[in-house]
């Protein structure tokens, strides 16, 4: 029992302070005065951590929330930006190899500007999004140039046609060298010297042409249309999270303010990050990704990517994704996550109080019991003396029946791992014994005279008895045995050497997901043992352009469906590649020219017609084979693909 300081004899106390000793009675007595303060403070810094911690912890659970949120918009706007990019690259391309161009172009005499003209009249119908195709002489003329508006394409006669080389990206343009497509930053239409009302953002893509390419020299260039793009963007946009888009030098491209848009064409500095957020634009010229930082109160995230390449710059042109979340919401979000940690303080200092308080009052009681019996203590001692050995003797058992315990449970456990062991253990004892009785029985058979029948008994019933045994053994290695898992090479689009049952398998689990949400089942029949030299990753996305052209076109308007995938070899080592279905087939308007860029049956659903066009090609120029369409009689489409089994680097 704890001793304590004995009470003074103090004078009565009267007032408040008699009030407050009747409550808090233990104040009187020094020992437990100081350690209420130290319990005290003890409860009142566990309740300071606590309030801390959960604030900490819901603050970062909502940062996170946001963080996914602000992920989620970024990666969406990367995706819908690069897809567009990609089209765009691909567009240029197309015009600058495809051969009437080429014809209007060449080097050999003068250029053919009826020929261009109905080429580029050919492209911008066929093309969504294209304002503009035209080619300009390397003195910056406009030689030949077509204008979209709407659902018209138009030529523009000689005496509208303009001279641009001192517009930024005609020169810029002029110094990439081919095949590299150059791309401008994002800015407002100009024509003639004025912005073209209503606002068509527009960029820039183009490629030159005279440099080894038996062509005219000058600038092959599109106007591109973002309007839909960046309205596609601004719906990315949630409610607390907003997606905006910053130029190369900091102008809004897109905010959620319309009017701070296009600040550098409308001469506008004022609506610019470099002077809205400095600290940001600071961090955004150091480094390419930023991912939930606190910057000026708000939670921003933010990506760089590059347009393509600029010599007005150091490197690629770039612009700056960025989703910021309001100050106003983080404070609601910091208040949100502060009062339950004051709330959890407030219950930890009532409580923790509380049960201080009574923990005091109980030990106040104690001392004035102690003191009471301080006299008696003498008398007692000889009972207590007894009561410590009885409490020594009980320790003494209760740390046996510990020990028990614990005996008991290990009998358990092994009895249990009998248990699972008793059935092949046993029966091998039990296999053992009879092997001994029986060369017990050979033993006395060849002190008596062994006879032929005896040992060829003993003999099968050894061997039987050697096979059971053998049985059970193995049976009881298998309980103790665990499997690994085998871990599954991915494709490499260097030439290598692979299995093309596998690369099928790999890409069949990466289109999981919209296979069954098609209701489209795939069979397979490739042999396992099936190996080629040449390209996985370019044979996966063949298989994956087949498929998903199968799925988006083929099952459109239908309910399930199945695609089978069918390989084997030919005498002339030949790989024979069969991607069928059971679908709606293809128009037979389209039938003909189906492997042609920008030929689809679904453009108003976003299809941009080159599926098929990127699978030829890769067929022809890297597989060195052929493919070919197939309208089997039962319906669907089918398609042959025959390539060398072999592919060398050359």
């Known amino acids: 029992m704890a001793s304590h300081e004995p009470l003074k004899h103090t004078e009565p ?29 003890l409860l009142l810094l566990i309740a300071f951590v606590s309030a801390f911690t959960v604030n900490y912890l819901l603050r970062q659970s909502y940062i996170h929330d946001i963080n ?41 005499g003068p250029i053919n500007t009826a020929i261009l003209a109905q080429r580029f009249s050919g492209f911008a119908q066929s093309l969504d999004n294209v304002l503009q195709i035209r080619w300009l002489d390397i003195q910056g003329n406009e030689r030949v140039r077509i204008d979209v508006d709407k659902d018209s394409v138009r030529q523009l006669p000689d005496s509208e046609l303009q001279n641009k080389a001192s517009r930024y990206y005609f020169r810029d343009a002029m110094q990439v060298e081919p095949p590299s497509v150059y791309f401008s930053g994002l800015d407002l ?22 440099v080894d390419d038996g062509k005219q020299p000058g600038l092959l260039l599109i106007n591109y249309d973002f309007r839909r793009l960046l309205e596609s963007l601004r719906n990315l946009s949630e409610k607390q999270s907003a997606l905006l888009i910053a130029d190369a030098g900091g102008y809004w491209v897109l905010h959620p303010q319309a009017e701070q848009e296009w600040g550098h064409d409308l001469g506008q500095n004022k609506y610019n990050l470099s002077v809205q957020n400095q600290a940001l634009w600071k961090r955004l010229r150091k480094i390419s990704v930023i991912s939930g930082e606190v910057l000026a109160g708000q939670l921003i995230s933010a990506m760089k990517i590059n347009l393509g390449q600029s010599t007005s710059q150091e490197s690629a042109t770039p ?115 009879t092997l001994e009785t029986h060369l017990t029985q050979l033993t006395k058979a060849v002190d008596t005279g062994l006879s032929r029948q005896a040992l060829a008994d003993y003999i099968l019933h050894s061997q039987e008895g ?88 083929g099952f459109a308007d239908m309910t399930g469906g199945q695609i089978e995938l069918c390989a084997e070899t030919n005498e002339q080592d030949q790989v024979i590649l069969r991607v069928s279905d059971n679908g709606s087939g293809v128009r037979s308007d389209i039938a003909g020219r189906m492997f042609d860029p920008f030929v689809t049956s679904a453009r108003g659903q976003g299809s941009s017609g080159l599926g098929l066009h990127l699978v030829h090609q890769w067929v022809t120029r890297l597989l060195h084979g052929s493919i070919r369409a197939e309208e089997p009689a039962e319906g669907g489409l089918s398609f042959l693909i025959v390539f060398p089994r072999h592919i060398s680097a050359d």
């Open 13 to 41: 106390a009267s007032g408040f302070a008699a009030e407050a000793l009747s409550v808090f009675p233990y104040y009187s007595v020094p020992a437990q005065r100081k350690q209420g303060i130290r319990l005290l403070l």
């Open 68 to 108: 996914e949120k602000h992920d989620h918009i970024i990666a969406s706007a990367s995706v819908h930006l690069s897809r567009e990019l990609g089209d765009v690259r691909n567009i240029v391309s197309l015009l600058y190899h495809d051969r009437d161009i080429h014809q209007g172009l060449s080097a050999e």
């Open 189 to 210: 239409n100009v024509e003639n010297g004025a912005i073209v009302q209503p606002y068509q953002p527009t960029l820039r893509a183009g490629i030159r042409t005279g």
């Open 319 to 433: 612009v700056y994704l960025i989703v910021q979340t309001t100050a106003e919401f983080m404070s609601a979000v910091n208040w949100r996550s502060i009062w339950p940690g004051l709330l959890l303080a407030a219950v930890i200092i009532l409580v923790g109080g509380r049960l201080l308080h009574h923990d005091l009052l109980q030990q106040y009681q104690r001392y004035l019991l102690n003191r009471q019996l301080q006299q008696e203590k003498e008398a007692l001692e000889v009972t207590n003396a007894k009561l410590d050995i009885s409490l020594y003797e009980q320790s003494i058992l209760q740390d046996e029946l510990v020990e028990t315990r614990k005996l008991s449970a290990l009998g358990m456990m092994v009895a249990g791992v009998a248990h699972e062991l008793n059935t092949p253990v046993g029966g091998a004892l039990m296999l053992t014994s």
């Open 466 to 553: 050697l096979k059971l045994l053998d049985e059970n053994l193995k049976r009881a290695k298998i309980r103790v045995e665990s499997f690994k898992r085998l871990a599954i090479d991915r494709a490499s689009d260097d030439i290598v050497e692979f299995r093309l049952r596998q690369v099928c398998d790999d890409l069949l689990r990466s289109l999981q997901v919209m296979l069954t949400h098609s209701g489209v089942k795939v069979v397979t029949h490739i042999a396992e043992d099936l190996r080629l030299v040449g390209y996985p990753g370019i044979v996966s996305q063949i298989l994956q352009n087949l498929i998903v052209n199968a799925v988006v076109h």
